[in-house]
Each structure stands twice: as C-alpha cells, then as structure tokens.
C-alpha cells in the first residue's frame, strides 16, 4: 500500500463498508507479517486501538502491544486500556508504568515546548527499552491516518507548525523495523466507523482527542504531582458531569487546565490557597480554528462545587471564553 490514497476508494460510511476493510487489511496483514512477530505502542487513543483490534483479528498474539503510562494519562485511562485489551481482546500487552521516569524528567522545566519534547524523546527512550527486552519482533505497527500524511507533507513542503505534536517515529537505530499501516489511508471519521465494526466500545471510538503529552500541557509550567493530581481529579469531574449532562455529544473537546498560581479562598471558616481549576470547552471540525460552547449555567455551577469541594488545593473554577484564534486550544 502506498501513501496515496487512490481516488476512487469510497468513503467508508457504514458498518458494512467497514467490514469489507477489515477483511481486506485482515488479507494484507497477514500476507506481509507471515508468522513474524509485530510490536505496538498503544496509547488507548482511537488510532491505536483500532489498528490493535484489527491486529488482533488478523494475527492474534504475534501481536504484541506496549502501553506507557507516563503518568500524564486522564483518571483511569491505563487501567481502562489494560481492561479492555487484557480482559476484553485477549491481547498480548505489556504495560509499563514510567511515571517516575517522566515526572523526575520534567521536575523544573516549565517552557512547553521543551517540556514537549522531553515528554516526546522519554516515550521513544522507554518503548526502545521495552523492544530491546522482546525477541523475535519485525514489524512495528503504527496508527498513522491519513491527515497524519497530509500534514508531513505540508511540513516537507516547509510549512512550520504552531506546536510539536509527537508520535512514536524516530525510534533509534538498532529498533528499524519494516512498518505495518493499515488505517494509513484512512480519514478519522472512517477510523471510527472501522472501530465500531471492530466492536470497540462507542466511548473509546469517539473519545475527545486528548494530545500525546497528555496532561503535561494541562499542568502549566513545571509539573508537580500535586498539581497535577489536582488536575486529574478536576478533570475527571468535569468529564463525568458533561456525560451526565449529555455535553460530551455536543463539544468536541473539554479538559481542565490547572496554572501554577495560587489565591486565598476560604474553607472551613478558615484562610484556603489554593490553584484554579480552569475549564475549556471548544467546538471545531479541523482543530485549526474553535469557538467557545455555551454550557448552561446549572452544570457550571455543578461543576464548581464538585471541584471546589472534592479537590484538594482547589478554590476557584474558571471558564475559559477565548475562541482560537486568538487562543490554542491548549493552554501549552
Ligand atoms: P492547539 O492547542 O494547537 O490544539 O490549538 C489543536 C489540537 O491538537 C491537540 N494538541 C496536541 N496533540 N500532541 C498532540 O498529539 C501535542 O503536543 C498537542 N498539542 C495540542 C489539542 O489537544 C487539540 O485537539
């Protein structure tokens, strides 16, 4: 397959016109892998977990999947992969816990693009050192679509981009490996349909994009594992009570961003300083230009006192009301 889409494939809308991608790729995979074995890093992010469950299909446990938390993830979001891949799919899946490793990394370092790309050089140096333990493997497989090609071929063309957004790539020397791509070809919203076919539960095919630092970029300025489990019970609220109020169909991405600045509130009849708890809420199609959702006071207000009672070091939420431009939709 190469990196051209050919004009004439049709757009996969339906379940039926996925199933028949899945049983094409299911041929090619198996023709190019034999009995090789194939290696992947899998985030948990739609990508990923499609090309897994595709694997799975066309070549069960010669399939061996990676998960690095590098304890940016959301609340419970690895123990969820590992539920879903170990449990639910059988795979073969390795999980590694790198926590220390990043956050020692990123102790002090606050410029974002910096903290960027340590978070992006560590996750290429503990998924090396996870391959190098495994024998046997020839392929890597990787969830790269179709708009992940378009835009490497805008940057060849010299085209600068705002941030660095990472992906595994540039592993080193001694790990090349021949890749298997088999959503390559494929625009988002066909990745989705092929993961629903492949049975992936609906929450995870369209999950809210969540970007490779993960919450590193929420955490402003240097990280500390305070703040940032702040962050995360923050954020898990704000996720549960979208769902609960049917937001999360409506808004294409929300998260809580937590700076490195304190005020005096007051709790318990006594003087409290504590961080900000701040909420974005952004529609888009293309994540090149965002407006700002509306949401209705009643869950603000919910959302504030769960946070501001629930989370500890919190005293006050804010709304972000910026649209992009001038804002980015994250704050890093
Ligand atoms: P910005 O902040 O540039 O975000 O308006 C646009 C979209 O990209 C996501 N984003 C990232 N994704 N690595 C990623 O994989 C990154 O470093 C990164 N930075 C931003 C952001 O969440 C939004 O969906």
Not at 4 to 30: H, K
Not at 33 to 51: E, F, I, M, N, R
Not at 139 to 150: E, K, V
């Amino acid at each position: 397959m190469n990196n051209v889409r050919p004009e004439s494939m049709e757009r996969i809308q339906t379940l039926a016109q996925a199933q028949a991608f899945i049983d094409a790729q299911i041929a090619e995979v198996r023709a190019q892998v034999g009995d090789k074995k194939v290696l992947l890093a899998l985030s948990g992010g739609v990508d990923s977990s499609v090309v897994a469950a595709l694997l799975i299909k066309a070549i069960g446990k010669q399939l061996v999947c990676v998960h690095v938390n590098h304890g940016l993830m959301r609340k419970d979001e690895s123990e969820n992969v590992i539920k879903l891949f170990r449990e639910g799919l059988d795979a073969n899946l390795i999980y590694v816990d790198a926590t220390d490793r990043f956050l020692n990394l990123l102790a002090g370092v606050s410029d974002p693009e910096k903290k960027r790309k340590i978070i992006g050089a560590e996750f290429i140096n503990v998924f090396a050192d996870e391959a190098r333990k495994l024998e046997g493997i020839s392929f890597l497989a990787q969830g790269t679509i179709y708009p992940d090609i378009l835009e490497s071929i805008k940057q060849a063309e010299g085209k600068k981009a705002v941030k660095s957004h990472h992906n595994v790539g540039g592993l080193p020397e001694d790990l090349q490996f021949d890749l298997v791509e088999p959503i390559k070809l494929l625009f988002k919203d066909e990745v989705r349909v092929v993961g629903e076919a492949l049975g992936l539960p609906h929450a995870m095919v369209y999950r809210q994009p969540f970007p490779g630092p993960g919450l590193g970029v929420r955490c402003l300025g240097a990280i500390t594992r305070d703040r940032l489990h702040a962050l995360r019970e923050a954020d898990a609220i704000l996720r549960e009570e979208f769902d609960n109020a049917g937001l999360n169909q409506k808004v294409w991405q929300y998260f809580v961003v937590v700076p490195d600045i304190k005020s005096v509130g007051v709790r318990n009849e006594s003087r409290y300083e504590g961080w900000p708890a701040i909420i974005r809420a952004v529609n888009t199609t293309d994540a090149m230009s965002a407006t700002i959702e509306e949401i209705p006071y009643a869950v603000l207000h919910k959302i504030t006192a769960r946070i501001t009672n629930e989370v500890e070091g919190v005293n006050r939420v804010l709304y972000d009301l910026t649209p992009k431009p001038v804002g980015t939709i994250e704050w890093e």
